[in-house]
């Protein structure tokens, strides 16, 4: 098979690898929230709320009322992050004041019976867990074939060229996949921690419920907010970049 060939079908396998996972692949913690009000804290220091409504590139914040742009003039309704901007978002915020019937009851239960999770959806998470860990032992492999192929002759001359479409299916097939599997994490979920993360280039400790992790974000339960304000506080549950924060402790 000459090179155009394989050239061809890297490109049609890309594609169809894009297809497919476009519009499956969300966060499980933004999911979690999808349908309530959240207030998006930007690292510049700008805050956006609204409606959350997410999908595999984003998400969107519908306002609950439209807005006037005094400067620009025009009225605006809603407010959209693309995936890419995830960067420069320091956390996301949801008061427990804002939940409706149903989902403070599902909040509270949780609150009071983390720790003692159903056996339907420890299977469920043990399941994801397993094709998570298969996924990353995956990717180990396919980089030690193709960098032993790419090592030989004649591959190495056919491979070297397609390195760019090779790397394209990888991160489309794996690397997009929201969900990772972290042990130490894992066997904190439904107990208090503390967490540590970055606030105007200061380290701030927080204590709150582990409700979830994914690759990007990490799900804090039952915080005090305004953070680092000891007046005027509300429950809230908060959303972390893993980037900007790590869990430190366990905490009571």
Not at 93 to 101: E, F, I, K, Q, S
Not at 135 to 145: G, K
Not at 190 to 212: A, N, P, Q, T, W
Not at 215 to 238: C, H, N, T, V, W
Request: net charge positive.
């Amino acid at each position: 098979m000459d090179s155009v060939s394989i050239t061809i079908i890297f490109i049609v396998l890309s594609a169809f690898a894009g297809v497919f996972l476009a519009g499956r692949l969300r966060d499980g913690c933004l999911l979690d929230w999808s349908g309530d009000i959240v207030h998006v804290v930007f690292n510049d220091g700008k805050v956006v709320w609204g409606v959350l409504s997410l999908e595999a590139t984003g998400f969107e914040l519908v306002y609950e009322k439209d807005h006037f742009d005094e400067k620009d003039a025009h009225i605006e309704r809603s407010f959209i992050v693309y995936k890419g901007e995830y960067s420069g978002i320091r956390h996301i915020v949801r008061y427990a004041g804002d939940l409706n019937g149903k989902k403070s009851k599902e909040r509270h239960k949780f609150l009071n019976k983390g720790k003692h999770r159903k056996r339907i959806s420890r299977l469920k998470r043990n399941i994801r867990n397993f094709f998570a860990t298969v996924r990353d032992s995956l990717m180990e492999v396919i980089n030690l074939f193709m960098g032993k192929a790419k090592a030989q002759s004649p591959a190495k001359n056919v491979l070297a060229a397609q390195d760019r479409y090779i790397s394209r299916i990888k991160d489309t097939a794996f690397s997009a996949l929201p969900n990772s599997f972290e042990p130490l994490l894992e066997r904190h979920l439904g107990k208090y921690v503390i967490l540590e993360f970055l606030e105007e280039s200061k380290v701030v400790e927080c204590r709150g419920m582990l409700k979830d992790y994914t690759r990007d974000f990490i799900e804090i339960l039952d915080m005090d907010y305004p953070i680092g304000q000891s007046e005027k506080s509300k429950k809230a549950d908060i959303i972390f970049p893993r980037s900007a924060s790590v869990i430190r402790h366990l905490g009571k």
